[in-house]
């Protein structure tokens, strides 16, 4: 039996309108920018000629924003999935200086207490898992093509650690994963031989990381 070649590509949605600097997590009413919907606008360029089936996006506004580029350009339909949801957050609401005080008062570090389920969100096993998922059935269901999905910045960034095997805590190795930016996965058959990384929206580099 031959194998074949499958790219399934997580793009980070692009800088979102927020003059209040708060944490928004997945609450409602947060789109793109000015700046994001340039980097969003660049992606068809970076996607032209490729063999993309199917293309997925997160629920939240930011992100369908994001994938709207390619919906135009290309006519692909966009079809939500949870699993590409940006990692859930007690904290949504929260000036981001705010919760920066927060976590390092010596009184909050218990919230640290287990580095893989912090208390005040998701569990990044959780985000890791049902991300890995997303990405193993769409390489299944679309095998031999390439497949978008539009998501987030944690998620996008604990799939990979998945899929490289780190077992540690997580903000023991930082990944690169900017707005706009595509992470993608590269299979061939059932094995994945290359993780690839690149940035549309300055000079479409890619590479290995």
Known sequence: MSETRTLVHLVRHGWVENPRGILYGRLPGFGLSGEGRRQAEA???????????????????????????????????????????????????????????????????????????????????????RMMDFVQDKRRLHDGHEVVGVSHESPIWLCRL???????????KRLTVERGSVTSFEFNGDSLVRIGYSRPCSDGSAGER
Do not use: C, H
Request: aromatic letters at 14%; zero cysteines.
């Open 43 to 129: 992606l068809p360029k970076f996607f032209a000629g490729r063999d993309v089936a199917a293309m997925y996006s997160s629920p939240l506004q930011r992100a369908r924003e994001t994938a709207d580029p390619l919906r135009l350009a290309f006519g692909w339909a966009i079809e939500p999935d949870e699993r590409l949801v940006e990692s859930g957050n007690v904290l949504e609401g929260t000036p981001a200086p705010v919760v920066t005080r927060t976590l390092v008062k010596p009184w909050k570090w218990p919230l640290l207490r287990n580095p893989w389920r912090p208390s005040w969100g998701e569990p990044f096993t959780e985000v890791r898992d």
């Open 162 to 172: 998945g899929f490289e095997g780190w077992v540690s805590p997580p903000w023991r």
